[in-house]
């Protein structure tokens, strides 16, 4: 890169900060108070209108057989083991609310996942007097609050009687730890009154905000669906609503908020005709999105009693979500990178990390822990690179050399180059290499520090949640494509980054400039820069990683140095220059495949002279 372009961008991102600070913002809006006293008012009639009961008439006509349930009082049926708090409803007989007893929000207040305001979960039966809400009826139970311990399982069954024998009845079954409910819906003796049509569910799941950066959050919302063998998303980084009509058959959907799911599981026939929607409202600041999933089961299983189901409400855990086995690929709701990644995240770094919570409290310090395993794996790799750079820096002296000789032509210089390399025995690519190894550790981390929920507000030094930026620093203002905080992290990654590449290169041999490249050099100070944008707003647990990273590469390379020997090296380049003189060396593929390459260059280039020549002497004869 040139130092006008630098210069350039230099100047752009200067007049981008001063437009933010010079350039005032735009007056709030003023709410009209007219609109404010009839949105009050709606809200007010709203609420009544949700629990309003019918009278028979009504009833009558809108439920048919099944009015009778219209009538009634809500029951509240209370439900825990020692991860979840469960409250039932005898109004729909559904789960009303979910309390995550080993976590809390943001602000440090009891989790709910979900509760009456947030989610409706509706199952449509086409009786034939029309389709029948369950959850405006009232059901009945014999079934009450209770504690679940550990090893034991408890049953809660609402049912709607209809007449001797004549039910629908919705059974829960509850374990003693966990978060996965079985979920049974059976029609008994209903032949007269529902019909064979689809029963058609719908689940509308405004999703809360759990965390302190809406906007990131946003971005990660998503409804995962498993169909035809496959998982797929639909929601992911939309800041617009989004519809999607899936036509196979899903076998279970699930509502993923940042660290935590709810979902939906079939252990028989999937969903037919689902219709999945992401729904954002940017002005609101309670809820982070609202997903929508709605799909159609066959109303001859819950006749058949195979109406069966699971609901799981709980942590995106990849330790707990891999282990639903009704559901296959669960465990892919917690995103661990692309699919030539994912091995990696899920065989070796996600074990890794579980095996240092056993011995290390503090997370801050596993990550340190963890750096120094990774790097010392890496070690026989960064010290074969190491060694390949020392001897391509014995070897900068006679490229100036040749520079001399050859002056401007690149492509000539090239070909000098690589025959100075084959004439030594040395491979260019054999740096490469190691570096190139590094790659899918940082990719593979990059991917999996924003998805492991066991950083979740786990505190080192000044940050407070290592799953999330930290920021001590808070800017009166909001700078372009960096935020309005400072991120001592990242901050401090970035100034062991610029360190690590003023080392790097100086013992990185120097490359010949040749016209129209970039100043590699000068590109290894500027990524660091640009990545410090990029990565304030991501969790602290990984910009704190590459910071331990960086400075243990350095120290490793220090350590390195101390074991080899400029002069043994060099010795060993003059020796390998003697025996691929004399034969008595064989040259490696790379060599062989150097030479050939170099060779039909040079004969595509001779051929291109020789046409040239033809050409022009073909000119010089029509001339005369």
């Not at 001063?18 to 350039?23: E, S």
């Not at 660091?528 to 990683?545: D, E, R, T």
């Not at 090296?569 to 050939?596: P, V």
């Amino acid at each position: 890169m040139e130092r006008n372009q630098i210069i350039g961008l230099v100047l752009i991102m200067t007049m981008l900060i001063g437009y933010q600070l010079l350039v005032p913002s735009p007056e709030p809006t003023k709410p009209n108070p007219a609109s404010q006293v009839k949105n009050k008012s709606n809200t007010a009639v709203a609420a009544p209108q949700a629990v309003r009961q019918l009278d028979s008439v009504a009833a009558k006509a809108a439920y048919g057989d099944f009015a009778a349930a219209t009538q009634g009082t809500a029951q509240d049926i209370v439900v825990e083991n020692e991860d979840v708090k469960l409250t039932f409803s005898t109004r729909g007989g559904n789960v009303k609310e979910v309390l995550l007893k080993k976590y809390k929000t943001y602000q440090k207040q009891p989790l709910y996942l979900i509760d009456e305001q947030s989610s409706k979960f509706n199952l449509e039966l086409p009786t034939n007097k029309g389709t029948v809400n369950l959850a405006d009826l009232y059901f009945t139970t014999d079934d009450k609050s209770q504690t679940i311990t550990a090893g034991k399982s408890a049953k809660i069954s609402f049912r709607l009687p209809l007449g001797p024998n004549q039910y629908v009845e919705q059974t829960y079954t509850v374990q003693g730890s966990g978060y996965l409910i079985d979920y049974d819906v059976q029609l008994v003796g209903l032949d007269g009154f529902v019909k064979n049509e689809p029963t058609r569910l719908i689940w509308q799941d405004k999703l809360k905000q759990l965390e302190n950066d809406m906007a990131e959050n946003r971005k990660v919302v998503t409804t995962n669906y498993y169909a035809d063998g496959s998982l797929s998303d639909i929601g992911r980084g939309q800041s617009d609503n989004v519809e999607d009509k899936i036509e196979k058959p899903v076998s279970w959907f699930s509502h993923k908020n940042k660290y935590f799911l709810t979902a939906f599981i079939t252990k028989n026939a999937g969903l037919s005709n689902v219709t999945l929607k992401s729904l954002v409202d940017a002005t609101d600041t309670t809820y982070i999105k609202t997903m929508q999933s709605e799909g159609s089961i066959a109303t001859a299983d819950l006749k058949a009693g195979k109406g069966n189901f699971q609901l799981f409400f709980g942590p995106n855990d990849y330790q707990i979500v891999k282990d639903v086995k009704a559901a296959p690929d669960f465990g892919d709701n917690v995103d661990l990178g692309y699919a030539f990644l994912r091995p990696l995240n899920k065989f070796f770094f996600v074990p890794m990390f579980n095996f240092l919570e056993k011995y290390f409290l503090n997370y801050g310090v596993l990550i340190i822990v963890l750096v120094l395993i990774v790097k010392l794996l890496m070690t026989p790799l960064v010290y074969k690179s190491y060694v390949s750079m020392a001897k391509m820096r014995m070897l900068a002296p006679e490229l100036a050399i040749l520079k001399e000789k050859v002056g401007d032509d690149a492509a000539k210089m090239q070909q000098e180059q690589m025959k100075l390399y084959q004439q030594v025995g040395v491979s260019p690519l054999s740096g490469c290499i190691p570096v190139l190894a590094t790659m899918p550790i940082l990719m593979s981390l990059f991917f999996l520090f924003p998805n492991l929920i066991e950083l979740r507000q786990e505190a080192f030094l000044w940050a407070s949640d290592l799953s999330t930026y930290d920021a001590p620093i808070k800017l009166p203002f909001s700078i372009p494509f960096y935020g309005a905080h400072v991120s001592i992290f990242t901050l401090a990654m970035t100034i062991s980054q610029l360190v690590y590449a003023w080392y790097n290169n100086q013992i990185t041999p120097t490359q010949v400039q040749q016209p129209g490249m970039p100043d590699m050099k000068m590109l290894t100070y500027f990524m660091p820069v640009m990545f410090m944008f990029i990565m304030n707003s991501f969790p602290a647990g990984l910009s704190f990683y590459y910071l331990v990273s960086n400075v243990v590469t350095i120290l490793q390379q220090q350590i390195i140095r101390r074991f080899v020997n400029d002069d043994k090296i060099r010795k060993i380049l003059e020796e390998n220059r003697k025996k691929i003189a004399s034969g008595e060396k064989k040259k490696s593929k790379f060599s062989d495949i150097l030479e050939r390459s170099m060779r039909a260059a040079e004969d595509a280039k001779k051929q291109a002279e020789d046409a040239k020549k033809q050409v022009e002497a073909k000119k010089q004869t029509k001339k005369k």
